[in-house]
Every structure is written in structure tokens, then in C-alpha cells.
């Protein structure tokens, strides 16, 4: 099962290390590769600290070494790509991703909620030139995505509520949704509809139009969008065109995993 829920963020008990090694493997994920003292300063800690952990990564091959810089080893992939094949929505909607990206010509995503976020788990783009302004594996905001309005909509109360409180409702760009109530409102017309929509709400000339994918409870489990920049997602396709394809596919993905 997907865990939609935030994680506890008053943990009682935490291992300090691995929250440190973790600190510098999101740091250097930002980046091409960097140095001790550049990572020491960007995580508030000493050289020394940094680079004890750094060489217990570079042992273990999660990063590796070039000179006196270091960056993210490919071991990392393997075990993204491990945890993906092993999703039973990505296996049952991979499929149905080359084909709406081929039907539409645009960007088809596959995202699930994890820890209160939205989490690109496939991208599938019918133009190897036309990249979208993420990439998988990336998470994301709930809130200004159509695919984690999708999710939102498809939450209990309670979970969000906490995924509200949680992770809040930051401006990505000046269409983004940040007051509850508006949000509230959206999120009920997405339950009427059954579609969801972001209109350049997290990247500014991208418009994305997805559907969510639900359990026997009618809770949500994941969601799938087709994205494209403004000047190809015009109003009339992503109002008239795309939702029917789209929901459609998300209703084939529920009967190959819950064989309605």
C-alpha cells in the first residue's frame, strides 16, 4: 500500500548519524559533485564530520570520488529503479503511459503520495527533445500539481488536513493555490469531475491535466497526467480533449489492479 500520510515529524527516537549521512546525500544531490569544505558549509557541520561520512559512503559505493570533489554514486539508481519495478501500480500503468504520450504527443506521468509529497514514479514524453520541468524520482508539492491535487481530492479528511499541516502550501509561481479555502473548493470540483488541473500552478508554461487512481475504497492511490508547455496544452485540450483520455486510463489501471 502507498503511504499518503506525512511522515511523524516529532520522532522520539532517531539515529543522529544517519540523519547526518542523509543531510550531505540530499546536498550533493543538488549538485555535479563538490568538496568537503563546500558540503561542510552547507550542512552546518565540521570538515572533519563531513568528510568521516563521506568516506563511509564512498566505502559503501553510494558516492564516489574525483580528486577532492565527491558526487552521488549510480548505486543510488539501482535501488530507485529496484523500488520502482517492484510498485504493483507502475507495473500495471507503465503501458498506458507510452500510450497516452504517443495518443496526445505530450508528457505522460505516473505520480504516487509518499510522506505528504507527490513522487514522479514515471515520465514517459512522446518528443525525446520535449523534457518536462521535472524528472522521475523527483517529489513535489500536493497542492500545485495535477496530479497531487488528483491525490489530494482523494484523501481522507484527516490525512489532508496533516499533509496541509504538515508540508503547508507554498507559491511555486504566482498561479499557485495557497489559501485553504480556495483549495478546498478546487479539490471538491475535482471529486465532481473526477480531473484535475494545473495551470502553470508549479512551473510557469506548463499546463498538466491529470486523473486519479483509487483503491476499492475509493481512496487515492496515485495519479496519472499528461503535461505540456502552454503553447501546445491550450484551453480547449486540456478542458475537452485530454480529461476523457485520461480518466479513462486511470479506470484501466484500477481494473488491472483491483480487477473491478
Not at 50 to 59: A, E, I, M, N, W
Not at 69 to 90: A, C, E, Q
Not at 204 to 213: F, H, L, Q, Y
Amino acid at each position: 500500500m502507498t503511504e499518503t500520510r506525512p511522515e511523524d515529524e516529532r520522532p522520539t527516537r532517531v539515529a543522529k548519524t544517519t540523519m547526518t549521512s542523509f543531510e550531505i546525500v540530499e546536498a550533493l544531490s543538488e549538485r555535479e559533485s563538490a568538496g568537503v569544505s563546500e558540503l561542510a558549509r552547507e550542512v552546518g557541520l565540521a570538515k572533519g564530520t563531513v568528510h568521516k561520512h563521506l568516506s563511509t559512503l564512498h566505502r559503501l559505493n553510494y558516492v564516489v570520488k574525483d580528486g577532492d570533489s565527491y558526487r552521488l554514486g549510480l548505486r543510488f539508481l539501482g535501488l530507485g529503479v529496484g523500488v520502482r519495478k517492484r510498485l504493483p501500480i507502475y507495473r500495471r500503468a507503465r503501458g498506458h503511459l507510452e500510450h497516452l504520450a504517443e495518443a496526445t504527443g505530450e508528457v505522460a506521468n505516473l505520480m504516487v503520495p509518499e510522506h505528504g509529497y507527490g513522487a514522479y514514479v514515471r515520465t514517459v514524453s512522446a518528443d525525446k527533445g520535449y523534457e518536462p520541468p521535472f524528472h522521475e524520482g523527483e517529489r513535489v508539492h500536493l497542492h500545485a500539481t495535477a496530479g497531487g491535487k488528483a491525490i489530494l481530492a482523494y484523501l481522507s479528511a484527516d490525512d489532508r488536513e496533516r499533509v496541509m499541516e504538515t508540508r503547508g502550501l507554498p507559491p511555486l509561481t504566482e498561479n499557485t493555490i495557497t489559501d485553504r479555502s480556495a483549495l478546498g473548493t478546487e479539490l471538491q470540483s475535482i471529486r465532481d469531475r473526477r480531473a484535475a488541473y494545473d495551470r502553470e500552478e508549479h512551473t510557469e508554461g506548463w499546463r498538466c491535466v491529470a486523473a486519479p487512481i483509487t483503491d476499492p475504497t475509493d481512496a487515492a492511490i496515485g495519479a496519472v497526467s499528461i503535461c505540456g508547455s502552454t503553447e501546445r496544452m491550450t484551453r480547449r485540450r486540456t478542458d475537452a480533449d485530454i480529461p476523457g483520455i485520461i480518466g479513462s486510463a486511470a479506470s484501466s489501471i484500477e481494473n488491472k489492479l483491483f480487477s473491478r
